[in-house]
Nanobody, 124 residues
Framework: QVQLVESGGGLVQAGGSLRLSCTTS????????MGWFRQAPGKEREFVAA???????TYYADSVKGRFTVSKDNNKNIYLQMNTLKPEDTAIYYC??????????????????WGQGTQVTVSS
């Protein structure tokens, strides 16, 4: 089992920034992928960003490329720095853990563990 806990969401004006954190605990795996997904009201959960288990390779959805940055520390925690936020970024953001054999980037169906989610609201 892997436990994921997100923090850092909130309300921000368009053009502002937020930094999400995802604390990881539980069983240790040697290889895995982690990332962020988001789900807006009435929409399906969508991929945002992913990072490889050694934290070298990253992948971003086109909608956030150049504005969001995913990173990882030595304790397997991951972060999402979100800059130049737009109202369309409003959603619940979920931290995700996928096994080594998943796609790159992993799809929502391939995610084994999810965090509880943190709300991000961007006002215009």
């Amino acid at each position: 089992q892997v436990q994921l806990v997100e923090s850092g969401g909130g309300l921000v004006q368009a053009g502002g920034s937020l930094r999400l954190s995802c604390t990881t605990s539980g069983r240790a795996f040697s290889m895995y992928k982690m990332g962020w997904f988001r789900q807006a009201p009435g929409k399906e959960r969508e991929f945002v960003a992913a990072i490889s288990w050694i934290g070298v390779t990253t992948y971003y959805a086109d909608s956030v490329k150049g504005r969001f940055t995913v990173s990882k520390d030595n304790n397997k925690n991951i972060y999402l720095q979100m800059n130049t936020l737009k109202p369309e970024d409003t959603a619940i953001y979920y931290c995700a853990w996928a096994p080594a054999g998943s796609s790159w980037p992993p799809t929502a169906r391939e995610v084994d563990y999810w965090g509880q989610g943190t709300q991000v609201t961007v006002s215009s």
